[in-house]
């Protein structure tokens, strides 16, 4: 089964990953995690590259070809080998990252969007996608209270990241997504995913 999380910044994601991660494994459940961009040797190349703060003169398409680049490795490397061996795999963030952010947030065509990221992913689709929905302005003032590492996207206007999230907010009237409100006690919402995969394994 793969599963993947989306969500603007500062939703919380990786630390519900972690906390389902450890209950996964207390079932004796063979589980991968990984996370985009990077998850691999390579990927993670790739990963500072477009992170980099100083790297301003990105252009969009390249910032696409790039994500897309350090997917395609990671599909090919991690995800299609582990779900062979029947894992589950979990990903921090996926291909509708590149939807919400690269087509939304900067407004690359979303239907050539489609076309690379089937392309980089070989097809693959999660079964299920968990969206752990926030407020931009409460999810950016999170990431700078925890004293997050700020990266390129970050420093974006707040309205990019606006646009990223009405983006969600359409892709997850897909019926592989359910919605979570991530602005609630971390236990809360810890529970409400576990409800949700307990009923999907
Ligand atoms: P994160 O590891 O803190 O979630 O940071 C990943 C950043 O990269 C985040 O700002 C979202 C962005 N991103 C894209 O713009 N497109 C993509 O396809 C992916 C996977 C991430």
């Given at each position: 089964m793969f599963i993947t999380f989306e969500g603007p910044e500062g939703s919380g994601k990786s630390t519900q990953i972690k906390l389902l991660t450890s209950w996964l494994h207390e079932q004796n459940r063979h589980v991968l995690i990984t996370r985009e961009p990077g998850g691999t040797r390579i990927g993670d190349q790739i990963r500072d590259c477009l992170h980099d703060v100083n790297n301003t003169d990105m252009a969009s398409m390249t910032e696409l070809l790039l994500y897309s680049a350090s997917r395609a490795q990671l599909v090919q490397e991690l995800i299609k080998p582990a779900l062979a061996e029947g894992s589950v795999v979990i990903s921090d963030r996926f291909a509708d990252s590149t939807l919400a952010y690269?087509?939304?947030?900067?407004?690359?065509?979303l239907q050539m969007l489609h076309r690379i990221t089937n392309y980089a992913t070989d097809n693959l689709q999660p079964d299920l996608t968990l969206f752990l929905d926030i407020d931009v302005q409460r999810g950016l003032a999170r990431r700078i209270d925890g004293n997050e590492e700020m990266n390129r996207l970050d420093l974006e206007a707040v309205s990019f990241h606006e646009r990223v999230r009405k983006g969600y907010h359409e892709l997850a009237?897909?019926?592989?997504w359910v919605w979570i409100d991530a602005d609630r006690p971390i236990d809360i919402i810890q529970n409400d995913i576990r409800k949700i995969i307990n009923s999907k394994l």
């Open positions: 690269q087509g939304y947030g900067r407004g690359l065509d009237a897909m019926p592989r």
